[in-house]
């Protein structure tokens, strides 16, 4: 069975080399690496040509605009399965996987034949001992809360369900990503991973995680540490998107509150803290998911793209 690896990258530098190498480590490797550039700047798009562009097994993908996380995986994902994968590996480029992830994660997909996604336990690449995620609990009405409320305490050494994973390493099959129509692009990055595990479970898929394939992921940031502006406006905006695509009137109901809630301590805390920069960038991405969620459309955020 064809297996891509897709790795989306945005100026990564030698985080994204670390990525691509722990890739072609895998025993065995993934059949391709498409490694999808988000229209970095010349001197990175030279280096990465210089670094990968006739790899073997790497395929670069060079995009002529940054489409974010969300848009660089299509575009991974797209010519991966064109030239056949039947499953995909979905990769943040400040990612780097145990040499075993990879025939794990496969092998939870083949024992359970009703699944279309496996994650591994997401640990952090700074602090080797703080699990990051070991799966996800999606709740719409919750959808804001932090992540670390919420998650999956790894209880066994075996594959179990979940409702979700984090969209920083995913392997998902073919029939279940073409099911779902790949991520919303106009997420781009942070939720456009819960809006396209909600969408998966909708159509019936299957979500599990298996515990002993280890990833480590550098960087998590909620809306209590660790926000730039960029993130904190999206972080802000896009649980809106999520809900409107996801959700209906009794979701709204809970959300809604809760989010003002989560939104106003954080806007509360980073006041406190000096950071006016983040206050207003969660104050205009509120506003934006409100007029997103009113049906005024989205309006695209710039760079950064290919990380999380």
């Not at 006739?54 to 002529?64: E, K």
């Not at 409320?149 to 073919?174: C, E, K």
Request: aromatic fraction near 6%.
């Amino acid at each position: 069975m064809r297996t891509a690896a897709v790795v989306v990258t945005w100026e990564g530098g030698a985080t994204t080399d670390g990525c691509v190498a722990s890739v072609l480590a895998q025993d065995p490797p993934p059949d391709e690496v498409v490694l999808v550039d988000n229209a970095s700047g010349p001197a990175e798009r030279a280096r990465l040509r210089d670094a990968h562009g006739g790899r073997a097994g790497v395929r670069l993908l060079c995009l002529d605009e940054n489409r974010q996380y969300a848009g660089g995986l299509n575009a991974g994902a797209s010519a991966a399965l064109a030239a056949g994968a039947e499953r995909l590996l979905l990769l943040n480029n400040d990612t780097l996987l145990a040499p075993e992830a990879l025939a794990l994660l496969g092998a939870a997909l083949d024992a359970r034949p009703g699944a279309g996604i496996a994650g591994p336990r997401l640990m952090d690449l700074r602090e080797p001992g703080r699990e990051l995620s070991a799966g996800e609990r999606h709740v719409l009405p919750l959808l804001c809360l932090p992540r670390t409320w919420l998650r999956h305490r790894m209880r066994t050494r075996t594959p179990y369900a979940v409702s979700g994973v984090m969209g920083a390493a995913m392997l998902v099959t073919r029939a279940c990503f073409e099911a779902v129509g790949g991520f919303a692009p106009e997420i781009e990055v942070y939720y456009e991973d819960v809006d396209f595990c909600l969408a998966a479970r909708a159509r019936g898929f299957e979500i599990v995680v298996e515990p002993r394939a280890v990833v480590r992921h550098d960087g998590l940031r909620g809306f209590a540490r660790g926000l730039t502006p960029w993130a904190a406006f999206l972080k802000a905006r896009n649980p809106w998107l999520v809900v409107r695509r996801r959700g209906g009137a009794a979701s709204w109901l809970g959300f809604v509150p809760a989010y003002a809630a989560m939104v106003g301590g954080s806007v509360a805390l980073h006041a406190l803290r000096g950071r006016g920069d983040v206050v207003r960038a969660l104050a205009r991405g509120a506003l934006a998911g409100v007029a997103a969620a009113a049906g005024r459309g989205v309006t695209p955020v710039g760079p950064p793209g290919g990380s999380r």
